[in-house]
């Protein structure tokens, strides 16, 4: 599904990622952790094609094609799905209209009809029952006066109803408390399937009670430091960072920052 | 450009010498035209050097020397006139050809009892006592030469009046549509909302066919105790048209006047909305939108007197510019010593789509009382790349991102906008607007 090979990124001319490498297969879900600073989230935009990062080497394939040529929308198209760690206020367009234009744009270049509103209301109302969300956010703008736990419900929502190859979730637990985080892993779980992969990118290790990863990989200064089973999130709970950062020399530490 | 420019002023005064057709008015309305005509034979048009004209250069309409029609002139058969009417609203309609009334094309059926609504000419001829305690009173006394060539050449438009207790559930549609190219237009409207009264007007302007001319309107609004008006000026000229409007209100105790001005058109445009808040308990609400693209000029002046305590004013203006689009935006809100728990809220907002666009937002409050709530807020940016991104993210194009959030800015200023069918006619005229534009076409 998604092939990562010796990806650099820079941002502002200061290099993030330093050279990542990971595979992931379809029906697979990986989470990816690390502390704050390590390239997280800067991998996560990467992949959803943000012109704000500059990649200076490196290739992503995903399903057969160069990932990086894509613009965004055309990423969207094709199935890649990124939850956003801030989802973004929209005053003046209501969430439903964007689910629709969102839905319809992926599904007209699918080369398959659009759906008429009956049939759209339908679809959305039934997976809106997977992240328990008031229909009353379907009519006010996206994510405008949404409290924390809804707007993240509110990128499940999207994913449930976009149905994507590859979804990305940008530490999508931060900030819920375990009410959500629980709706949140059941709409994961929900969607899991043998055509469908995850990266859950995260700080914590919380999520990972409840939505079972396949592999864990440890991101630490832009590489990928370690990767294993799911053993190795609590091993990092436990044991924290620390004892995987020796290979830094201070001042590649202070580059972090 | 060397050719030098007509004196367009002093034939404007010879054409009002000329008229030979108001010989047989009112004394009063002869007066109040005489005046106007040494006012305007004074003033001439506004030049730069006035602070309030500063930004807004009006020297192309004098060198084009628009000329008011014959009045024996032929009316045009306009067979397409259908598309500027409302769906949806089956009030009355007053329909002016080139500032003419238009028997044929208007309604003026379904008017309540208690309810008048005509032409200004059928009343200053038929029930001139109506106009005249009116016409006039409601201008300000530093108005400027645009003011005083209306007055002084006034001819016709809507004369509309309810009677004390009076609602009108219809909204009342006066269109006002151009096809004369070089036509001096002058449509002169008189609101009259006696006390507890209730009425809905669109005013509306709109050309077939491309050619230029000049819109000079005046529209006075009084609102007496407790009454209710929600007006419109809907401004759909064509793109080399020019629109010189004013809009004065005074609005007495408790009663509420809403003005929407949405200027969709015109080459060059400017508008004096202002408001005397006379009594106690009066509100005013202007709902401002207007869009400026290639090289249109569009300059909103608004003007509001709280001059006596406990009044409220709310001004909400967003404009979207792009191409070499140019707006102006002065809110003026006085506030007199002893109007006391005056509340005044402005806001003007400004979306840029293109390097080239230049906007210039003043509020200017000058406040005499000590116990008010008197805010302002002038914005000016650009699509948020956030907000951008995250559309893209979810499969739009980067073009329907663009319009849907530029689309989605302006929406803020028409959910204000009571009126179903003139939102949802002014949602399509936006929709097709955002096409032209979108940056990438304004760029190439």
Redesign the interface.
């Known amino acids: 599904m998604l092939t990562i090979t010796d990806l650099h990124a820079s941002c502002d001319g200061k290099e993030i990622l330093r050279g990542i490498d990971l595979q992931i297969n379809a029906g697979e879900v990986h989470a990816i952790m690390g502390p704050n600073g390590s390239g997280k989230s800067t991998l996560a935009n990467v992949l ?4 704000r990062y500059q990649v200076t080497r490196g290739t992503v394939k995903y399903r057969d094609v160069d990932l990086l040529q894509m ?3 055309e ?3 094709a199935g890649v ?2 939850a ?1 760690q801030y ?2 206020e ?4 209501s969430n439903i209209y ?1 689910l629709k ?2 839905l319809n ?2 599904r007209k ?1 699918r080369g398959e009809r659009e759906l008429d509103a009956m049939d759209f209301l339908a679809l959305v109302k039934e997976r809106m029952q997977l992240v328990e969300m008031k229909e009353e956010l379907l009519y006010r ?1 996206v994510n405008e006066g949404f409290s924390g736990g809804e707007k993240k419900r509110n990128e499940i929502l ?1 994913m449930a109803v ?1 149905a994507p190859y590859l979804a990305i979730l940008d530490e999508t637990d931060s900030g819920l408390d375990i009410d959500a985080l629980q709706v949140v892993a059941a709409g994961v779980n929900a969607l899991r399937s043998p055509d469908r992969a995850f990266l859950l990118i995260t700080h914590y290790q919380r999520l990972l009670d409840y939505v079972v990863p396949d592999v864990v990989h440890v991101l630490i200064g832009g590489r990928i430091v370690k990767s294993g089973d799911r053993a190795l999130a609590l091993e990092l709970e436990r044991t924290g960072y620390a004892d995987l950062t020796p290979a830094l020399t201070p001042a590649t530490m202070l580059d972090e920052r | 450009m060397s050719n030098p420019a007509p004196d367009t002023a002093a034939r404007y005064v010879q054409v009002m010498h000329e008229r030979n057709d108001v010989a047989r008015e009112a004394a009063w309305l002869r007066t109040l035209r005489e005046s106007a005509v040494a006012r305007f034979a004074d003033l001439g048009f506004p030049l730069q050097q006035d602070e309030d004209w500063k930004y807004t250069d009006v020297r192309p309409i004098e060198r084009a020397a628009f000329m008011p029609l014959p009045l024996d002139a032929a009316t045009p058969l306009i067979p397409d006139a259908g598309q500027f009417r409302l769906d949806g609203v089956s009030g009355p309609r007053l329909v002016f050809i080139d500032g003419r009334f238009s028997a044929s094309l208007s309604d003026l059926g379904g008017v309540p009892k208690g309810a008048t609504v005509t032409t200004l000419a059928y009343a200053l001829n038929s029930e001139p006592q109506l106009p005249a305690a009116h016409l006039g009173r409601y201008l300000p006394d530093d108005s400027h030469g645009f003011i005083a060539l209306n007055t002084a050449l006034l001819s016709d438009g809507a004369f509309i009046r309810l009677n004390a207790g009076t609602r009108m559930e219809q909204p009342i549609h006066v269109l006002y549509l151009a096809t004369a190219s070089a036509a001096l237009l002058l449509p002169r409207n008189l609101i009259i909302a006696e006390r507890d009264s209730q009425v809905t007007i669109v005013e509306h302007y709109a050309a077939v066919g491309d050619m230029a001319y000049f819109t000079n309107s005046l529209t006075e609004i009084f609102a007496a105790d407790n009454a209710t008006v929600e007006h419109y000026r809907v401004q759909e000229e064509n793109r080399t048209a020019f629109h010189v409007s004013g809009v004065h209100m005074q609005i007495n105790r408790s009663s509420r006047v809403t003005t929407h001005a949405l200027d969709l058109g015109g080459r060059l445009v400017r508008n004096d909305l202002r408001a005397v808040l006379a009594d106690s308990g009066g509100e005013c609400h202007f709902n401002g939108l207007y869009l400026a693209t290639d090289r249109q000029h569009i300059d909103n002046h608004t003007h509001i007197d709280h001059a006596q305590p406990h009044c409220t004013s709310r001004e909400f203006y967003r404009g979207v510019l792009s191409g070499r689009g140019r707006t102006v935006f002065r809110g003026r809100i006085i506030v007199r010593p002893g109007a006391q728990k005056s509340d005044a809220r402005q806001v003007n907002d400004n979306l840029l789509l293109s390097r080239d666009a230049e906007v210039d937002s003043q509020p200017q409050l000058e406040i005499y009382a000590d116990d008010v709530m008197c805010s302002h807020g002038a914005t000016v940016g650009q699509l948020d790349e956030n907000a951008l991104f995250y559309l893209r993210a979810r499969a739009l194009s980067d073009a329907d991102a663009r319009d849907l959030l530029t689309f989605a800015f302006a929406r803020e200023v028409l959910d204000r906008v009571r009126l179903a069918p003139l939102r949802a006619r002014i949602e399509l005229r936006l929709a097709a607007a955002m096409r032209r534009f979108a940056p990438r076409e304004v760029h190439t």
């Open positions: 959803a094609g943000r012109d613009p965004p929308e990423r969207a198209r799905f990124l956003f989802p973004v929209i005053p003046g367009v964007l234009a969102a744009a992926v270049s703008s999207q976009l």
